[in-house]
């Protein structure tokens, strides 16, 4: 399993990103699918997950303001991050959902952060 994601990057408080992912190494449209971030000091945490049928969920802190989709002829995950703040400053990582419903891969993770 291979996950490689870009996108990261500087960007000023109030602005927008959009990561991406390229998924090889499983049959990708059979898995849900998820972002994960890590900021400094804190632990990892699940941010957005997208389930092998397209249904969404996120956490709290950025409802409203993220957006994760998939493409599987493509076999890549996006998330679409507008109204960044400082708190949305972390190492993001795209995920596998095992069979736990918790990510069971982790691919590399890109830089994000937002600049107040």
């Known amino acids: 399993v291979q996950l490689q994601a870009s996108g990261g990057g500087l960007v000023s408080a109030g602005g927008s990103l959009r990561l991406s992912c390229e998924a090889s190494g499983f049959i990708f449209k059979f898995n849900s699918m998820g972002w994960s971030r890590q900021a400094p000091g804190k632990e990892r945490e699940l941010v957005a997950k997208?389930?092998?049928?397209?249904?969404?969920s996120y956490v709290d802190s950025v409802k409203g303001r993220f957006t994760i989709s998939r493409d599987n002829v493509r076999r890549r995950l996006f998330l679409q991050m507008n109204s960044l703040n400082a708190d949305d400053t972390a190492v993001y990582y795209c995920?596998?959902?095992?069979?736990?419903?918790?990510?069971?891969?982790w691919g590399r993770g890109t830089q994000v952060t937002v600049s107040s």
């Open positions: 997208i389930t092998s049928d397209g249904t969404t």
């Open positions: 995920t596998r959902t095992g069979t736990s419903d918790t990510p069971d891969y």
